[in-house]
């Protein structure tokens, strides 16, 4: 198995660890719901050093980006990041991913620990006509990220970065702890927060100090368990599970990341067609309205007839409630809609809901 | 850790004899697997149960267990506490947070079942 450069802190902690993906990573330290609820009301500190860098470098490294993705990068400052993702032919994803610009013709994809390698094999593919140049960094980066309406207070004291003039998805180069990194005010929680890359070999010089410096404000180290509970509540959608190769970006409710404008990328054609003529089905928010937890791939029915299955589903500890998404015929995405869940030998009562299911309050 | 007047089973239940009455519940080692408990399925008091047939499922935050009855016999109560306080299994597994209260229908069904000693060393075998 893969370990990150973490993996020692993890353990001296007392981490209950699982395999993800290859990778030996914390799924939980003092508790899912602890931990989520840490995040919410201070902060939480997550290794995310097995996600993926990709470096798109070259005279004509922002064609390249705008051919493979639908979001307008051409929009990007220096230091400035968006969401967006690899479409296929088709409209539907490889993977979803932060686009960093670095410099010009100097881009960073930040993509899914689970679709690294998948991702690097798909860019270098389309290379050809391109001058430019692809290199997968990711064994070379470590990850933290630092979420909750505390994380400013926390990270001030650590770093030189002017975090107080850092907008939500710009970053900035400087020094945390000592030691040099990418500080990026974006997140995966819906909290407030920084994700800190470092190229550094001792990365856990930062982890110790963060979480020193938050001790007094009730910081916590958060596991892989609560970083899903933490997404799904603010419906940050999970590849492979909300969305695949077989979902459209439209049908994925992410209008918002698909500039036509810009020109045409891949995918582009069948998503115009899509917006034109209508999607067929949309994925939605639902929470339960009986008692049990919908969980991935459990059956859902419509009217008596099964027409989907959850695609992700948990407890949600701050809102203390069953949640979930799934995709459901377009003239039964109305919000009230109600339907059915099958949970092993029972038909549970689900409701669709607006979503996102949290939405920070500062 | 593992109180010496319990039996258990492989699946990581117990069972504490007292007369003609037995209480049921899942193991330190089960509530550790689960994570935070969020919802208990208890069955209806009278339910007549066989050795090893399906009580319920324990959902935790991240999955659900099925929960298996040690010995056979009729449910006389059910710990409605953890309607509310889910968490009890978490915190007291082996105390506040038993799940239900059987009429013993054999006594001779502990026989097949473990000691204390037995699982834990049960427990260490499957950490190999």
């Known amino acids: 198995m893969k370990t990150t450069r973490l993996n020692a802190n993890h353990k001296k902690l007392g981490a209950k660890m699982i395999e993800f993906f290859g990778w030996d990573m914390p799924v939980e330290y003092k508790g899912i719901i602890d931990e989520h609820l840490a995040v919410r009301t201070a902060a939480g500190l997550f290794d995310v050093s097995h996600m993926g ?3 798109i470098t070259g005279k004509e490294a922002l064609p390249f980006v705008q051919h493979l993705t639908p979001n307008d990068a051409s929009r990007l400052a220096l230091n400035h990041a968006q969401y967006t993702a690899l479409t296929t032919p088709q409209g539907t994803f490889v993977d979803d991913m932060l686009v960093y610009c670095l410099d010009l013709g100097k881009y960073l994809l930040v993509v899914n620990a689970a679709n690294t390698d998948k991702d690097y094999q798909w860019v270098i ?3 050809a006509g391109f001058n430019v140049k692809a290199e997968n960094l990711s064994d070379s980066y470590s990850q933290l990220a630092l979420q909750g309406p505390k994380a400013a207070e926390i990270l001030r004291p650590l770093t030189d970065v002017r975090l107080d003039e850092m907008k939500s998805f710009w970053a900035a180069w400087g020094k945390v702890a000592g030691i040099d990194t ?3 005010r974006t997140g995966y929680t819906g909290e407030d927060g920084f994700e800190i890359y470092t190229t550094a070999s001792n990365p856990g010089v930062i982890w110790d100090a963060i979480l020193e410096s938050g001790r007094s404000l009730g910081i916590q180290p958060i596991g892989l368990g609560a970083r899903d509970t933490l997404r799904l509540e603010a419906k940050l959608m999970l590849y492979g599970n909300d969305i695949d190769d077989k979902t459209t970006i439209l049908e994925a409710d992410l209008k918002w990341i698909v500039k036509f404008k810009k020109g045409a990328f891949l995918g582009s054609d069948v998503l115009l067609k899509q917006s034109e003529g209508g999607i067929r089905r949309k994925i939605v928010g639902f929470e339960l309205l009986d008692r ?10 419509v009217g008596g007839e099964k027409v989907a299955e959850v695609r992700s589903g948990t407890f949600a500890p701050y809102l203390k409630k069953s949640i979930g998404l799934v995709y459901l015929p377009i003239e039964k995405t109305e919000i009230g809609t109600e339907f059915e869940i099958g949970i092993r030998d029972k038909k549970v009562r689900a409701r669709v809901i607006p979503t996102p299911f949290y ?3 500062y | 850790m593992y109180p010496q007047n319990f039996f258990y089973t492989k699946d990581h239940e117990w069972v504490q004899v007292k007369g003609d009455q037995a209480l049921v519940g899942i193991t330190e080692f089960a509530q550790k ?6 919802y208990v399925e208890l069955p209806a008091v009278g339910t007549q149960l066989d050795m090893h047939q399906t009580i319920g499922s324990i959902e935790s935050v991240k999955a659900v267990s099925e929960v298996f009855s040690p010995i056979s016999g009729e449910v006389a109560d059910v710990n409605s506490e953890l309607n509310n306080s889910p968490e009890l299994v978490n915190q007291d597994p082996h105390g506040k947070g038993w ?7 054999n006594k001779a069904d502990v026989n097949s079942l473990m000691k204390a000693t037995e699982y834990e ?3 260490e075998g499957l950490e190999h």
């Open chain 1, 53 to 55: 860098e990709i470096l």
């Open chain 2, 121 to 123: 060393k049960f427990l």
């Open chain 1, 182 to 184: 990418l500080v990026s």
């Open chain 2, 33 to 38: 697997q689960l994570g935070d408990v969020v």
């Open chain 2, 99 to 105: 799940i239900l209260r059987l009429k013993v229908k």
């Open chain 1, 125 to 127: 593919s389309h290379l």
């Open chain 1, 359 to 361: 939405k920070r309050k």
């Open chain 1, 292 to 301: 049990g937890i919908a969980r991935p791939h459990y059956p859902v029915f």
